[in-house]
């Protein structure tokens, strides 16, 4: 149980378009989905925590006009990365909840490459 | 300010022996504890947690060990597999009973070796 689906795995684009990740939660209901960065080598940052129905919640130093949340259902939430540059080039990750007390489930994360 | 720190990036381990992986945190207001292992390309798979109010829990081969006056956390695993060949993150956070977001370690590689 606890299966969360990220898609796509991999995204490459060009400079100045926007990209949209979806992260599902296929077994089970998600009021709470986090959204997480990897840079390699490094640890996960998170980004923003995303509630179903409401606006999500963005880190310190997350512009929120870059990356729009939108968790329109228990199921899903999705992350645009709006007018991507070189620089958003990263992993990012999804995560859902089950309950206040149980560990976040993981997607397989999403690779983009902006050139 | 990396509230979460794992100063072993990597550890290798031969296969059959125990593996230690080590975590210390900053923050005293943390009072849950989690252990994730991740594969390249894919998202980081949950392991074993551990309640503040516990200083033990084991699962398996995995026990993870909490000395809150220390501010520090190990994961050990026996007998290590090639199998758990990873990276290992640890990860915290202040659990207020609702949605509760977890700062993570910078990981420390795992390599059993046959």
């Known amino acids: 149980g606890a299966v969360v689906s990220q898609h796509p795995s991999w995204v490459i684009c060009k400079s100045g378009t926007s990209v949209k990740i979806e992260c599902r939660s296929l077994?089970?209901?998600?009021?709470?989905m986090f959204w997480y960065r990897q840079f390699p080598k490094q640890s996960l940052m998170l980004m923003a925590t995303s509630n179903e129905g409401s606006k999500a919640t963005y880190e310190q130093g997350v512009e929120k006009d870059k990356f729009l949340i939108n968790h329109a259902s228990l199921t899903l939430s999705t992350l645009t990365v709006t007018s991507a540059h070189p620089e958003d080039s990263s992993f990012y990750i999804c995560?859902?909840?089950?309950?206040?007390?149980?560990?976040?489930?993981f997607g397989d994360g999403t690779r983009l490459s902006i050139l | 300010d990396q509230q979460v720190k794992q100063n072993s990036p990597s550890l290798s381990v031969q296969e059959g022996r125990i593996s230690i992986l080590n975590c210390d945190y900053t923050n005293s207001m943390f009072d849950y504890f989690l252990w994730y292992k991740k594969y390249p390309a894919e998202g980081p798979t949950f392991l074993i947690s551990i309640s503040s109010i516990k200083d033990k829990n084991e699962d398996g081969r995995f026990t993870v060990f909490l000395n809150k006056s220390a501010k520090h956390l190990s994961l050990h695993i026996v007998p290590s597999q090639p199998g758990d060949s990873a990276v290992y993150f640890c990860?915290?956070?202040?659990?207020?009973?609702?949605?509760?977001?977890?700062?993570f370690g910078t990981g420390t590689r795992l390599q059993v070796t046959l």
């Open positions: 990860a915290a956070s202040v659990n207020t009973g609702t949605a509760s977001k977890l700062t």
């Open positions: 995560s859902a909840l089950t309950g206040g007390y149980q560990p976040q489930h």
């Open positions: 077994d089970f209901q998600a009021t709470t």
